[in-house]
């Protein structure tokens, strides 16, 4: 597998973080903006985009605050890239973003980041946070 740099990208959404966790721990809520087709199977969960099927487990989640999936390969063990979802609340404002910790090869880091922001963009039209 070829080496991945790991980067991070801060979206502000006008929503409360409970609306955004069903939206990002969920196979209904992820379908919903982030995939074509999203199905679990206790903590495994197959993404599909057009016909290309992706694998990951949920690594770990806190409830309201985040989620991090692993991809895992064939034979369901897991490789060493994830993808993190992480909501922040500026405890003064009350200002809500979502922070997104993925990976990708350093020569597709702009298309990477550019369909995050696609993504995002889809997310914020379905909680109406336009």
Known sequence: MDNKVRYELEFPLNSSPQLL???ISTPSGLQEWFADNVNSRGEFFTFTWDDVEENARLASK??????KF???DDSKKDTEYYFELRILEDEITKDVSLMVVDFSNEDELDESKLLWENQISDLKHVIGSI
Do not use: L
């Open 70 to 72: 692993k991809w895992v």
């Open 62 to 67: 806190k409830t309201g605050e985040k989620v």
């Open 21 to 23: 966790y069903q939206y």
